[in-house]
Nanobody
């Protein structure tokens, strides 16, 4: 499975962005998906996740109420809508897919995913 993330850019604090991650898999509905981010000098951290058929989502406390993960199974794409962006949201954002067995649950750690996109840079200026 190949992942192609897009939608990053330079914005001001308070602005919004929507990241997209298109996958090449033909059984997208079987895949749990997630978004992670990595700021300079920091470890990759969980942002949001969605279960394989949608319906169940989870997000990190730092983005709760501001970021929303969703998926369009017809387009094999997962999205991350980011509102009220803050300078501390600046990072490279990565989408991830879990292609092996997934229950109807979300996965929130990096080792629970087996394929990663190339990352898209989000920079939020103050």
């Amino acid at each position: 499975v190949q992942l192609q993330a897009s939608g990053g850019g330079l914005v001001q604090a308070g602005d919004s962005l929507r990241l997209s991650c298109a996958t090449s898999g033909r059984t997208f509905t079987n895949y749990a998906m997630g978004w992670f981010r990595q700021a300079p000098g920091k470890e990759r951290e969980f942002v949001a996740a969605i279960a394989k058929r949608g319906g169940t989502t989870s997000s990190a406390d730092s983005v709760k109420g501001r970021f929303t993960i969703s998926r369009d199974n017809a387009k094999s794409t997962v999205y991350l809508q980011m509102n009220s962006l803050k300078p501390e949201d600046t990072a490279v954002y990565y989408c991830a897919v879990r292609t092996y067995y997934s229950g109807s649950v979300v996965y929130t750690t990096t080792n629970q995913y087996d394929s990663w996109g190339q990352g898209t840079l989000v920079t939020v200026s103050s």
